[in-house]
Nanobody, 123 residues
Framework: QVQLVESGGGLVQAGGSLRLSCAAS????????MGWFRQAPGKEREFVAT????????YYADSVKGRFTISRDNAKNTVYLQMNSLKPEDTAVYYC????????????????WGQGTQVTVSS
């Protein structure tokens, strides 16, 4: 069982930056690939970024490529999402998720989810 707790969300102006953190419980964090997803009001959940167990491989949605960076610190049981050049369309609840499988862009492949953190980007 893995518990995930996101933090770092908030209100920011367009062009600004935020760093989200997701702290995982347990001693097997390095056994899980991690992902970030988001859901805007009235829209379906969408993939944002994912990172392999070692951190050696990352994948991004086209909409955030070049602006967002996913990283992890296995010693701290934490995965991060650095978000730069934020746009109003990035406004959403952001969720981190853990999978025993390989890093994936598909939410259905993830076994555990956090409760989410709100990111609001004003124009």
């Amino acid at each position: 069982q893995v518990q995930l707790v996101e933090s770092g969300g908030g209100l920011v102006q367009a062009g600004g930056s935020l760093r989200l953190s997701c702290a995982a419980s347990g001693r097997t964090f390095s056994s899980y690939a991690m992902g970030w997803f988001r859901q805007a009001p009235g829209k379906e959940r969408e993939f944002v970024a994912t990172i392999s167990r070692s951190g050696g491989r990352t994948y991004y949605a086209d909409s955030v490529k070049g602006r967002f960076t996913i990283s992890r610190d296995n010693a701290k049981n934490t995965v991060y999402l650095q978000m730069n050049s934020l746009k109003p369309e990035d406004t959403a609840v952001y969720y981190c998720a853990a999978t025993r499988g390989d890093a994936s862009t598909y939410g259905a492949m993830y076994d555990y989810w956090g409760q989410g953190t709100q990111v609001t980007v004003s124009s």
